[in-house]
């Protein structure tokens, strides 16, 4: 621009949607810095004079012809959010003349803690078709660099799910209409999936986003979706980043009702469910009102069952036994070194810490054995009870706590998974390894080349055991002799644990794409992209898989063809 008066002296650069500020300037060069996909550059632009003279507004479209911000929404149209909104209006200046019409206009909330939401006409282009590249442009790139919103997705509609992004805007939904991109902003993902389509529908473009069978769900939060949900008497309970407890109904996804809010699941039983709060006290609420029952105070939340009648809770201080109806304690079991790992088989209820793995009777919390051990890990199956320790895994009688059998290794261990005959433990390298469930003999250990440092997740059924890791790949092998029986790509690696379910294998990868492939062949049967990494589940019970994002989606998927509604 011409410092004096403000005209554009050079037209106006088209910029890649990768391309960050501008490096600076000298004689008729200006230096841009771009990091897009194919590598960082610094691109060089060449001023050439006097091909647009005189003032122009940007994209070369008269001001007057820029639509009134405040005019794609109204008041009523943010009654369904909340009553009483108000608009703040913003007029700017387009190249040297100003708007005459406010090119923003910020919704007000009528209480503090509301949604805000924002809507702006953010660029008038030449052309529709200039228009479309440009949207198309910013949409690859919120897809490469952020979570975004794969069910509302439409023609010229795609909203950006940032949690505590910019400004601390959790979404953005960019709308093209003909020659028009407006932008929508809200502190609420909830407010913008209800308020997006209005602004959309007020620029000409009534409908749109993307056609989904019916038979599966979805539903927006104000947080990512990071914490495995929970699923109890057709209806699915789950934690947000927004600091809510919510209940779904599993089935259709029509909200049940807020439990409560600064709370984690901990565990749903005999219509209570149980959740540690901020406070460090652990909640019983009322599964059917979410009226709290109790609360008990405790040092830090940790691992917790719900067995005899009672809810037992394990912290680096203690375990507790609480009455499921009243919270009152009925015995407690002193620490057994750092953090505390609970596990319930044959009516017996087994703890382990750092330094012992002990049996107790639930009903008193009486110590029915205790054995020494060393940061002790352990998976209780099959009438054994199997432990990883350091530099040994072992095998011990559930009555006793005597060893049937102990097997050497030169570091920590974990088991993982048991099937019929076969035990399988991890180790610090990510190997896995076939033990002989009834003698603990190396049957044999599979280590696939790492290629970057991400999960190891592992699990097995009597047929094939499923190994995926830091190869970027999930593996099926033999359970007898660990060959490979077919193997799978999984861009990014696991991000979630490996669950079999109707013969079916189950697996989030980094990409944010939720896999479901025959577990006996590893045919994909569908794919899934949750516009997000891929954070909580797979549960998978009754026809559906239900999955959440960092996005703040929880998706209730058809098991059958992967559809979400």
């Known amino acids: 621009m011409e410092p004096g008066s403000g005209r554009l002296d050079a037209a106006p650069l088209d910029l890649p949607a990768s391309a960050g500020p501008a490096g600076g300037a000298t004689g008729d060069l200006a230096f841009v810095y771009d990091d897009g996909g194919d590598g960082e550059r610094v691109i060089a632009y060449r001023r050439v004079r006097g091909r647009l003279p005189g003032p122009v507004a940007l994209g070369g479209v008269e001001p007057g012809s820029w639509p009134d911000a405040c005019a794609l929404l109204t008041s009523r149209d943010l009654g369904a959010v909340a009553g009483g909104y108000r608009p703040l209006p913003h007029r700017r200046t387009v190249g040297a003349l100003p708007l005459p019409k406010p090119a923003s206009c910020d919704w007000i909330p009528p209480s503090d803690d509301g949604a805000v939401v924002s809507v702006s006409v953010v660029w008038v282009a030449r052309s529709d078709a200039e228009a479309r590249a440009l949207f198309d442009a910013a949409v690859s790139a919120d897809k490469t660099y952020g979570a975004y919103d794969p069910i509302t997705e439409g023609p010229g509609f795609f909203t950006t799910m940032v949690s505590g992004g910019v400004e601390g805007a959790f979404g953005r939904t960019l709308v093209h209409v003909g020659p028009v991109i407006a932008e929508v902003v809200s502190t609420s993902a909830r407010a913008l999936r209800i308020v997006a389509p209005l602004v959309r529908d007020r620029m000409g473009a009534p409908g749109g986003g993307r056609p989904v069978p019916a038979g599966g769900w979805c539903q927006a939060t ?287 990868d980094g990409a944010g794409v939720l896999h479901a492939f025959d577990a006996a062949t590893g045919v994909e049967r569908w794919a899934f992209s949750l516009g997000a990494t891929v954070q909580a589940g797979p549960v998978v019970t009754d026809g559906h898989v239900y999955v959440g994002g960092g996005n703040g989606i929880l998706f209730g998927l058809r098991t059958t063809d992967g559809a979400a509604g």
């Open 222 to 508: 104000d947080g990512s979706v990071a914490e495995t949900p929970l699923v109890d008497d057709g209806v699915v309970y789950f934690n947000s980043h927004d600091d809510r407890l919510y209940a779904f109904d599993a089935a259709t996804g029509r909200p049940r009702r807020i439990i409560a809010a600064d709370v984690s699941l901990e565990a749903v039983a005999d219509g209570l469910v149980y959740a540690s709060g901020a406070d460090n006290r652990l909640y019983a609420f009322d599964a059917a009102t979410g009226r709290r029952r109790w609360s008990h105070q405790r040092t830090f939340s940790g691992s917790t069952v719900v067995m005899a009648g009672s809810v037992i809770a394990a912290d680096s201080v203690e375990v507790v036994a609480l009455d499921a109806a009243t919270g009152r304690p009925r015995w407690r079991l002193p620490q057994l070194g750092g953090d505390t790992g609970l596990a319930v088989a044959d009516n017996r209820l087994y703890a382990w810490g750092e330094d012992e793995v002990v049996a107790l009777d639930p009903e008193s919390g009486d110590v029915l054995w205790r054995r020494g051990a060393r940061n002790a890990r352990l998976v209780a199956s099959g009438g054994a009870l199997y432990v990883g320790d350091v530099g040994t895994a072992y095998a011990l009688d559930p009555a006793t706590g005597k060893a049937r059998w102990t097997t050497p290794f030169r570091g920590p261990v974990t088991p993982v998974s048991v099937t019929p005959g076969t035990v399988y433990f991890t180790d610090e390298a990510n190997r896995t390894y076939a033990l002989d469930a009834g003698t603990g003999e190396r049957q044999w250990s599979f280590l696939a080349k790492a290629v970057k440092s991400i999960g190891h997740e592992v699990a097995a059924t009597r047929d094939l055991a499923y190994v995926a890791g830091p190869d970027e790949r999930l593996h099926a092998l033999d359970p007898a002799s660990g060959a490979r029986r077919w193997s799978r790509l999984l861009p990014g690696g696991p991000y979630t644990p490996l669950v079999i379910h109707g013969g079916v294998c189950y697996v989030g």
